[in-house]
């Protein structure tokens, strides 16, 4: 079965939590509700060298009382190597992958309790119960007669200092291009997990909302997920989960909702999968890019500078970026037209110039080149589009600033877009040796997705930088 739906699922300061890995990040959106995910998008990607992009919305139940339904968009970055793999908001490294039996080691997102910028008005007074982060390590073992998995989770970012273990069964149902998965995961959360999430310190009680803390106990969630391969790349993806909550969970004063329903719809592009030996074509070109920008006037957003009606850079508090990116060939002429798709990683040093402290900022993004113009067999133009991921070794001047005057948080792990035009420098100069050279300008655009992504810290806003390159395909 190729494509295996196992989805599952603010103050002035950054709601990330510091390491988000290093180089494994590049390795991580679960789809169902915090409490059962055993990263079901493990199988969607099944070619060592794969990669994908997505989206999907998600709808879930608040367990608070008062907390209605909560709404989100969820970027899917999916990347599937031999050791490496990035499934959303989990990254980490196979120890074991043989097709039986499978062992991980990983960091992964916990998409539970609120921020203290929105909580349900019952909540009122009490502090921030943040995503946090847990370190994991999982074993999954797949037979004909359904797939089993166990996973034990450690709070990694100082939020609640709990642990988690979770234990499943999935079985895989396929008729043509249609994939139907059934799954149940127990969750055995520990009281220090539990008490942070749903308990109620001494110091936040009221006459309405006495102190209490759960203790530890074990929540159930039943699952369906879906997907349907549109094209050999295309999928739609799908799924309803309902988690019952441990009694003594329940029974919290700021708990409102015996079961937690969520559903969610989405769709994914594979750049890779049906591309076969891509990873193992020794002949396969390297994209090597150098680049230099400065940041943007502050109104000067990437809708207007791709639209040709602002290109301003700062004349007041100007920051810089100086970086290299490198990437390799996915698709080369798509379905016979003239795109090709390339996959980057993409290494940014900011020079903020004594404003803030300097810093570095770490890109995966997947981008199609067009080149289909009428004059592109005399001098080859190629117009760009990436889409990814961008990490912030802290968060630039040029977003900080801008975000606190607005009252808006930050985020160090944002949504990244890189528009860029440019032309074959060998075309114009009549050197066939400098065919493959090309140079232009392009946007370092970073940004949380207008605030509507809990993943990128529902942050609304971000940062864009033009600049100008030199790209040479080696």
Not at 36 to 53: C, I, K, R, V
Not at 341 to 358: E, M, S
Not at 418 to 444: A, C, E, Q
Request: proline content about 5%.
């Amino acid at each position: 079965m190729r494509a295996n739906p196992n989805p599952t699922s603010s103050t002035l300061r950054s709601r990330h939590v510091p390491v988000w890995l290093g180089a494994a990040l590049l390795a991580a959106t679960t789809l169902t509700p915090a409490h059962a995910n055993t990263d079901p998008l493990s199988d969607l990607l099944s070619t060592p060298g794969s990669a994908g992009l997505g989206l999907a919305v998600r709808a879930e139940q608040s367990p608070y009382v008062g907390g209605g339904t909560r709404y989100d968009l969820l970027p899917l970055y999916l990347y599937e190597g031999k050791r490496v793999f990035l499934h959303g908001s989990r990254a980490g490294l196979k120890l074991l992958d043989d097709g039986a039996q499978r062992v991980d080691i990983f960091l992964d997102q916990r998409f539970e309790g609120y921020a203290d910028d929105r909580p349900p008005p019952s909540l009122t007074g009490m502090a921030e119960r943040g995503s946090g982060l847990d370190a994991g390590v999982s074993y999954r073992y797949r037979q004909p007669w359904g797939t089993v998995q166990a996973e034990f989770l450690q709070d990694a970012a100082g939020f609640s200092k709990g642990n988690e273990l979770r234990l499943s069964y999935a079985y895989d149902w396929r008729s043509g291009r249609l994939a139907l998965r059934p799954s149940v995961t127990v969750a055995a959360r520990s009281a220090k997990l539990n008490n942070y999430y749903y308990g109620v310190r001494p110091g936040e009680a009221t006459a309405t909302r006495p102190a209490y803390e759960p203790g530890s106990g074990v929540n159930t969630t039943l699952g369906l997920y879906a997907t349907y391969e549109l094209s050999e790349g295309w999928r739609l993806l799908g799924g309803v989960t309902r988690t019952f909550l441990d009694d003594k969970v329940k029974a919290s004063p700021i708990i409102g909702k015996s079961a937690q329903t969520g559903v969610f719809i989405g769709a994914a592009y594979d750049f890779g999968t049906y591309k076969g030996q891509w990873a193992q074509e020794t002949s396969t070109p390297t994209y090597f890019k150098l680049l230099y920008g400065k940041s943007t006037e502050d109104g000067c957003h990437l809708a207007r500078i791709i639209t040709l009606r602002c290109a301003s850079t700062a004349k007041v508090n100007s920051t810089r970026i100086a970086g290299v990116q490198v990437g390799k060939p996915f698709i080369e002429q798509l379905n016979g037209w003239p795109v090709d798709i390339v996959g980057y990683v993409g290494l940014l040093q900011h020079d903020d110039r004594g404003l803030a402290p300097n810093g570095l900022q770490l890109d995966a993004f997947m981008k199609a080149y067009y080149y289909g113009f009428p004059w592109s067999e005399r001098v080859k133009t190629r117009l760009g589009l990436g889409v990814g991921v961008s990490l912030a070794q802290r968060v630039p001047y040029a977003e900080s600033s801008s975000q606190a005057a607005r009252g808006r948080s930050t985020s160090r792990l944002l949504n990244y877009l890189d528009p860029s035009i440019d032309f074959s420098v060998g075309d114009l100069i009549g050197n066939r040796r400098l065919k493959d050279t090309y140079l232009g300008f392009g946007v370092s655009h970073r940004s949380g997705v207008f605030g509507a992504s809990r993943l990128l810290g529902n942050v609304n806003g971000g940062s864009n930088y033009i600049y100008t390159y030199i790209e040479t395909v080696l």
